[in-house]
């Protein structure tokens, strides 16, 4: 069995319904896989869903949320006119240094970020990722000047949209365990 992460987290960031691929090397019920995952993963992580996805499907997301909680000290009023300055902003260059593989970059964040919103002590927002290069949650932090050392609270990824394909196998599952058809990828929806 193989496992990947379509869309890793940074590190201290909670995910919720995150999608894990496993590619089978034979084939498995899935009731039965879904106990042997539950007997082995550690408390916390919990299975919601599992379907089978056609090996051609295209598991790469389309999109993310986030929701940051800010701490008692935060300047709302001063990080709601940054907000709504690049919410204004037809475009919002950031710099990208290299790592590893990647070469630096300077890249608009602007087009990635499709929502953007504070209420109270949260800030959320949706961010499309795409074949280039992709805005990561930190990088907006950055742009918006929030220190995250000293007023964030917590970073969730709450939610991941994928193709519409993939949403559209969900029901396939018990199709496929019933007609006793070869085993494709399955993907599971954990938190």
């Not at 992460?5 to 940074?10: E, G, S, V």
């Not at 280039?132 to 000293?150: F, K, M, S, Y």
């Amino acid at each position: 069995m193989r496992l990947s992460l379509p869309l890793p987290r940074n590190v201290a960031v909670t995910g919720h319904n995150e999608l894990l691929l496993l590619e089978l090397t034979e084939p498995l019920a899935p009731d039965r896989l879904q106990q042997r995952l539950d007997d082995t993963l550690p408390v916390g992580l919990d299975i919601h869903k599992l379907f089978y996805v056609a090996p051609s499907g295209s598991s790469v997301p389309v999109w993310a949320s986030y929701r940051l909680t800010l701490g008692n000290s935060a300047d709302l009023v001063a990080l709601s006119r940054r907000i709504e300055q690049f919410l204004n902003a037809e475009q919002w260059n950031i710099h990208r240094p290299a790592r590893k593989r990647h070469p630096a970059r300077t890249f608009d964040l602007r087009p990635d970020i499709t929502q953007l919103s504070l209420e109270n002590n949260t800030i959320m927002c949706t961010i499309t990722v795409g074949n280039g290069p992709t805005a990561r949650i930190d990088e907006l932090i950055a742009a918006l000047q929030i220190d995250v050392h000293g007023i964030v609270r917590h970073i969730d990824r709450i939610d991941v949209g994928y193709p519409l394909e993939i949403s559209r196998l969900e029901h396939d599952i018990k199709t496929s365990h019933k007609t006793k058809k070869p085993c494709p990828p399955i993907e599971a929806e954990y938190q």
